[in-house]
């Protein structure tokens, strides 16, 4: 947590309006959550940072069951939403989150929602940021040499789609500021080297996207379409005649 909290400040001294943490940056005790988020939120306000802060919260060992969580704090230190991951990796032990993407509206940041990791394999999670007109993911995530860097591209692919910039702050990977066009703004790996903070700038609004509203209807019907311009052609090649015909 020192750590953490520490090179939170440096990059609020350094410019930052939002500090995002990776996927489990940290645990933290039940007994001691509400005194842990009252830190947060004084470092936050002392600092005049908004922050996500990823962590997980063990609920029982045996078996064993957790949240697997972030929590945003705004500027003023106020706990503006937690989320739990809505899409526990198969085999994590992790308790699901239910309901609706959380939004956050500030001045500076725009429209802000966020995810964990995994949530961002699922395009449906980015269509309702789409649909809700949001600015900036933020995406605590943590991955392994197996998958790194191909996780962090693939959500290049849901910002194109939900038209909106991520902030895939990543542990054991690639971390990286994504614009809604897909174009990486700036990366950091955590396999080079002992740098732990990542500055970048990224567009304070996002932008209208014709796959985030309508979703796979507008894949479907591009479909359909290519398979009705093959079966045409189809037809006229074989009501052509054949050379020896002509």
């Known amino acids: 947590d020192a750590a953490l909290f520490e090179r939170t400040r440096i990059a609020a001294r350094a410019g930052a309006r939002l500090v995002v943490w990776t996927e489990a940056a940290t645990m933290v005790r039940p007994d001691d959550e509400a005194a842990w988020i ?22 029982t060992l045996d ?40 939004l956050w509206i500030d001045d500076s940041l725009g429209r802000v929602s966020g995810a964990i990791c995994y949530d ?9 940021h789409a649909r809700a007109d949001v600015d900036l993911v ?5 991955d ?18 939900g ?26 790996s955590a396999f080079e080297g002992e740098r732990r903070i990542l500055l ?16 796979e209807w507008f894949v ?3 479909a359909l379409v290519l398979g009705a311009a093959i079966a045409a052609t189809l037809r006229g090649c074989r009501s052509s005649p054949s050379p020896a015909a002509r």
Request: glycine share 12%; aromatic share 8%; with cysteine.
């Open 163 to 188: 038209g909106h910039s991520i902030v895939r702050s990543t542990r054991f990977g690639l971390a990286a500021g994504i614009d809604p066009a897909g174009r990486i703004r700036g990366r950091l």
């Open 120 to 128: 961002y394999d699922f395009p449906a999670l980015a269509r309702e």
């Open 63 to 102: 078996p064993l069951r957790y949240e697997n969580a972030y929590a945003l704090v705004d500027r003023d230190g106020r706990l503006q939403h937690r989320y739990l991951k809505h899409h526990p990796v198969p085999g994590e032990p992790a308790v699901p989150g239910e309901g609706p993407v959380p």
């Open 144 to 161: 392994w040499r197996g998958i790194d860097p191909i996780h962090t591209e693939m959500a290049r692919l849901r910002a194109i789609e």
């Open 200 to 215: 970048l700038s990224l567009p304070a609004r996002g932008r209208w996207t014709l796959y985030g509203q309508c979703g």
């Open 138 to 142: 933020a995406l605590p995530s943590s």
């Open 38 to 59: 009252d830190r947060l939120g004084r470092l936050a306000r002392a600092e005049q940072v908004a922050i996500v802060a990823g962590y997980v919260k063990p609920l």
């Open 220 to 222: 479907g019907l591009c």
